[in-house]
Nanobody
């Protein structure tokens, strides 16, 4: 099993920046892809970004391209999400996710086996 713990959320003004971190523990050697999703109240969980195990391939939702950057440090079993130019509508609970084998699709919640508890990001206008 793999456990994921997110950190780095908080309150930020519109246009500001935050960096989220996710630390994996347990059978971390089994982790393949990692991703970030977010869920606002009353809305479905949506894909934000993902990264392959090698770190050589990254994927982003169209809404965050050019503003968010995902990265990972396999030696530390961590994945990061640098978020710039944040908007009030991006207020949500941000979740870290990981899977245990390569999946062709990385922007679907069903592609992931493990989830963290989430970290709250609030963007004030």
């Amino acid at each position: 099993q793999v456990q994921l713990v997110e950190s780095g959320g908080g309150l930020v003004q519109a246009g500001g920046s935050l960096t989220l971190s996710c630390t994996a523990s347990g059978r971390t050697f089994t982790i393949s892809d990692m991703g970030w999703f977010r869920q606002a109240p009353g809305k479905e969980r949506e894909f934000v970004a993902a990264i392959r195990r090698s770190g050589g391939s990254t994927y982003y939702a169209d809404s965050v391209k050019g503003r968010f950057t995902i990265s990972r440090d396999n030696a530390k079993s961590m994945v990061y999400l640098q978020m710039n130019s944040l908007k009030p509508e991006e207020t949500a609970l941000y979740y870290c996710a990981a899977n245990s084998r390569w999946r062709g699709v990385v922007d679907n919640i069903h592609s992931y086996d493990y989830w963290g508890q989430g970290t709250q990001v609030t963007v004030s206008s």
